[in-house]
C-alpha cells in the first residue's frame, strides 16, 4: 500500500504499524529543510523486539547515517549517530512492551548528541561538529538506510508501533522535551510535525487508531 499526504487531524490521534520483518516495508517522511546545523527528534514507538532496530534514520549521498537512532540488542544499550560518527549510551531503563518517549539532540557547533528516553536524559557524548547535516535529506521510519533512500536490512527493521513523530532544526530545551515525553503543551517541530505530516507508506505499514486514546 501506498499513502501520502497527511493532514492535522489524519494522524493526531493515530498511530503507523510496523507488522513485520521486512527489507521494504517504511515509512518516508518529508520536508523541504536541505541543511541542518542542528537536530532534534522525538517520537513514540511500542515494541517486543530483542534484537538490533533502527526506528529513525536520515541520510543524504555524503552519509547513509547522517541522523540515525539505533536501538541495541543490549537491552539498556542505544547507538546515536551523526555525521555517520556513532556515540554509546548506555543505563536506559528501557522495558519491552512498553510505550517509550524517545528523543535525541545533536548540534554542529559542539558536536554534543544526547538520547532522551521518557524524559530522563543520558550523557552527552561527542560525535561530529564542524560540518553541518546537508541535502538532499532523505527520512525513513522503520529502517536503516545503509544507502540513501535504500540498503534496507531485515535484521535492523523495526517491528510494532510508532507514532508522535516530531523533528526540529534546533536542540530542543530540556523543559520542552520532558513536556513532550509526558504528553503535555509542547512547541511541535518544524522540519517533520506529526500534526501536518507529509509521507509515504511503502510496503506492510498501516495507520491504525492510537490504542492510548480511550
Known amino acids: 500500500m501506498e499513502k501520502e499526504g497527511a493532514d492535522a487531524e ?7 504499524t510496523f507488522p513485520q520483518e521486512t527489507n521494504t516495508a517504511h515509512v518516508r517522511l518529508t520536508t523541504s ?4 546545523g542542528a537536530v532534534t527528534v522525538c517520537f513514540r514507538s511500542f515494541t517486543d523486539l530483542r534484537r ?8 543524504t549521498p555524503s552519509a547513509s547515517n547522517d541522523f540515525l537512532i539505533t536501538k541495541m540488542a543490549v537491552s539498556d544499550e542505544f547507538h546515536l549517530v551523526a555525521r555517520d560518527k556513532v556515540a554509546s ?3 536506559q531503563d528501557y522495558k519491552l512492551n512498553t510505550w517509550h518517549s524517545i528523543c535525541s539532540t545533536w548540534d554542529a557547533t559542539s558536536g554534543l548528541i544526547q538520547l532522551w528516553l521518557d524524559g530522563k536524559p543520558s550523557s552527552r557524548k ?3 561538529s564542524g560540518s553541518n547535516i546537508n541535502g538532499p535529506i532523505i527520512i525513513v521510519l522503520g529502517q536503516d538506510q545503509d544507502s540513501h533512500g535504500g540498503g534496507f536490512d531485515t535484521k535492523q527493521s523495526f517491528v510494532g508501533m510508532m507514532s508522535d513523530v516530531h523533528m ?5 530545551h530540556p523543559c520542552e522535551i520532558k513536556s513532550y515525553s509526558a504528553q503535555l503543551a509542547f512547541t511541535p517541530g518544524n522540519v517533520l510535525n506529526w ?4 509521507f509515504h507508506i511503502i510496503g506492510r505499514v498501516l495507520i491504525e487508531d492510537n490504542p492510548n486514546m480511550c
Open 10 to 16: 489524519y494522524l493526531s490521534n493515530k498511530v503507523f
Open 33 to 36: 529543510r536541505q541543511n541542518l
Open 52 to 59: 538490533v532496530h533502527s526506528p529513525f534514520s536520515l541520510a
Open 89 to 91: 549510551v548506555f543505563g
Open 126 to 128: 561527542f560525535v561530529s
Open 168 to 172: 526540529w532544526d534546533y536542540t530542543l
Open 195 to 198: 500534526r501536518a505530516l507529509e
